[in-house]
């Protein structure tokens, strides 16, 4: 299948920063990605679909000025956590879409805010 | 009534068993399902899809029925490998994936 990768796998980081996860699918290219938010024993939740060259479309519920959206290429979407706290604390998981339609995830980045 | 519902398990079956798990799901309009298998903290990978036919992958068979809303999944002669967490999978559109909370599955020697 295809191949996507995300960058950081695992970040630690004091109340209030930003953190920014890269998402990029490395044999293809995808006009749309998604992004996913995994609590512990809690099933993925949408996010937010993230469409090459336009806004972001958010879930019901998602604050876009707190998870900032940026697929500026085919091949890179980059999802800005702001001013975080613990509570974002999570497993953020991103998808790309092949032109056939079929979804391959990347390997996570677990986020913990102190 | 959540969209996409599954029994959390755990299911604990001995090596060389066979094991069914369900799911169901409440919108009529889904177009397309699958069943994807998450490891401990790792990403949700995809199985198989699943047809209203019916289709087996080796020793995996999964079912759709669509007048039930049902979705099931079959494993047959279970290695300790295929501990994991079973999710169900819905497209709803567009390629809006609904994921279930997952089945857990142990297999045990």
């Known amino acids: 299948g295809a191949v996507v990768s995300q960058h950081p796998s695992r970040v630690i980081c004091k109340s209030g920063t930003s953190v920014k996860i890269e998402c990029r699918s490395l044999?293809?290219?995808?006009?749309?990605m998604f992004w996913y938010r995994q609590f512990p024993k809690q099933s993925l939740m949408l996010m937010a679909t993230?469409?090459?060259?336009?806004?972001?479309?958010?879930e019901q519920g998602v604050e876009k000025d707190k998870f900032l959206i940026n697929h500026a290429s085919l091949t890179l979407s980059t999802l800005t956590v702001t001013s975080a706290h613990p509570e974002d604390s999570s497993f953020y998981i991103c998808?790309?879409?092949?032109?056939?339609?079929?979804?391959?995830f990347g390997p996570g980045t677990r986020l913990t805010v102190l | 009534r959540k969209e996409v519902e599954q029994d959390p398990g755990p299911f604990n079956v001995p090596e060389g068993a066979t094991v069914a798990f369900n799911c169901t799901y409440s919108?009529?309009?889904?177009?397309?399902f699958f069943w994807y298998r998450q490891d401990c903290r790792k990403e949700p990978k995809l199985l198989m899809s699943?047809?209203?036919s019916g289709n087996e992958d080796g020793r995996f068979t999964a079912q759709l029925n669509r007048a039930s809303q049902y979705i099931s999944l079959l494993i047959r002669d279970s290695k300790l490998s295929d501990s994991a967490t079973y999710l169900c999978?819905?497209?709803?559109?567009?390629?809006?994936?609904?994921f279930g909370k997952g089945t857990m599955l142990l297999v045990s020697p």
């Open positions: 998808s790309a879409r092949t032109v056939h339609n079929e979804q391959f």
């Open positions: 044999d293809f290219q995808a006009t749309t």
């Open positions: 993230s469409n090459e060259g336009s806004k972001a479309t958010y």
């Open positions: 919108n009529s309009a889904s177009q397309s």
């Open positions: 699943v047809y209203s």
């Open positions: 999978v819905v497209n709803r559109g567009y390629s809006t994936l609904t």
